[in-house]
């Protein structure tokens, strides 16, 4: 039986996962401003690892994990991430960060494998992607809901499903 990690390494293509989101122009932009310093992992080995205990890690601020998140997924956040949020999590568990794009939740994951965290992914397209492959996501009341915050404008004509919230 093969690992949830060999899996990810079987479908990872030098860590650029061009096709892995519903529109090709937005994994263009993606890969145009990560580091690829951290490995990407797609919204469907996010399900898997998630069937196996994967530890999920929100790093969007708290406004943006009220309007919505990943159920069960723990809010770390971007500006104010203090290791000691983390520290009760073994640093041999598999441990996927997350925000709205990818790129915020890139740096906390340098941040954990600098720590010492020996499987950290990065899922590749944040949350819009994870709502635009219609995943469910949940508010502050864990009530699911279709809002989705959008840190930035700039960004907002990718997520194609769900209601972008300012």
Same mark, same amino acid.
């Given at each position: ?5 060999? %899996? ?5 293509? +030098?860590?650029?996962? !061009? ?6 122009? =937005? ?8 580091? &690829? ?6 919204? $469907?080995?996010? *399900?898997?690892?998630?069937?196996? +205990?994967?530890?999920?890690? $929100?790093?969007?601020? !708290?406004?943006? =994990?009220?309007?919505?998140? @990943?159920?069960?997924?723990? &809010?770390?956040?971007? @500006?104010? =991430? ?17 925000? *709205? ?14 720590? +010492?965290?020996? &499987? %950290? =992914?990065?899922?590749?397209? +944040? ?13 502050? $009341? ?23 919230? &300012?």
């Amino acid at each position: 039986m093969w690992s949830a990690l060999t %899996v990810i390494c079987l479908t990872c293509s +030098g860590g650029f996962l !061009q096709d892995s989101t519903t529109n090709p122009e =937005f994994s263009e932009r993606l890969n145009s401003i990560y580091r &690829h310093s951290i490995p990407t992992i797609t919204v $469907d080995e996010l *399900a898997v690892l998630m069937k196996q +205990g994967a530890v999920v890690l $929100d790093a969007r601020e !708290q406004e943006e =994990f009220d309007v919505s998140h @990943i159920r069960r997924a723990r &809010h770390v956040g971007y @500006i104010w =991430f203090d290791m000691r949020e983390v520290y009760d999590i073994p640093k041999t568990d598999t441990v996927v960060v997350y925000c *709205a794009i990818g790129n915020r939740s890139e740096r906390i994951g340098e941040k954990l494998l600098k720590a +010492g965290y020996r &499987h %950290v =992914f990065n899922l590749y397209g +944040g949350i819009y992607e994870w709502v635009n492959q219609r995943n469910p996501v949940y508010n502050a $009341d864990d009530v699911q809901t279709t809002e989705v915050h959008v840190y930035d404008k700039n960004w907002s004509p990718w997520l194609t499903r769900g209601t972008p919230v &300012h």
